[in-house]
Nanobody, 118 residues
Framework: VQLVESGGGLVQAGGSLRLSCAAS????????MGWFRQAPGKEREFVTA???????TYTGSVKGRFTISRDNAKNTVYLQMNSLKPEDTAVYYC?????????????WGQGTQVTVSS
C-alpha cells in the first residue's frame, strides 16, 4: 500500500485547509484510514481515523474543527481542517490499517507540512 498526501501549506489562524491522501491497492474500501501529526520537538500524535464502515474518531483538540471523510471510488481519504490554530502546525501523515479497525496502522505516507500563522 502506498499513500501520498497533498494539500498542506501556509494558512492564517482561523483559516481552512483540506488534506488529501491517495492510496494504491484494490482493497482500499476495507482499510481503516487515519491522520496523525508531528509538531517540531514533539512525538507523533493521533488526530483522527475512519474505519471501513465510516465510523470516525477524533482527538479532543480537533473535535468540531476537523472532519475526516473517504471516497472509496477514488481511493482517497480527506481531512478538512477549519478554524485552524497555530498549535495545529505540524507535519500531517496519512496512515492505513488493513484490518479495517483503525487500531494498528501499518502503512504511512511521507507527510505534508501544515503551518498556521498567528
Amino acid at each position: 500500500v502506498q499513500l501520498v498526501e497533498s494539500g498542506g501549506g501556509l494558512v492564517q489562524a482561523g483559516g481552512s485547509l483540506r488534506l488529501s491522501c491517495a492510496a494504491s491497492g484494490r482493497t482500499f474500501d476495507s482499510y481503516a484510514m487515519g491522520w496523525f501529526r508531528q509538531a517540531p520537538g514533539k512525538e507523533r500524535e493521533f488526530v483522527t481515523a475512519i474505519n471501513r464502515i465510516r465510523g470516525t474518531t477524533y482527538t479532543g483538540s480537533v473535535k468540531g474543527r476537523f472532519t475526516i471523510s473517504r471516497d472509496n471510488a477514488k481511493n482517497t481519504v480527506y481531512l478538512q481542517m477549519n478554524s485552524l490554530k497555530p498549535e495545529d502546525t505540524a507535519v500531517y501523515y496519512c496512515a492505513a490499517d488493513p484490518s479495517g479497525l483503525g487500531r494498528t496502522f501499518d502503512y504511512w505516507g511521507q507527510g505534508t507540512q501544515v503551518t498556521v500563522s498567528s
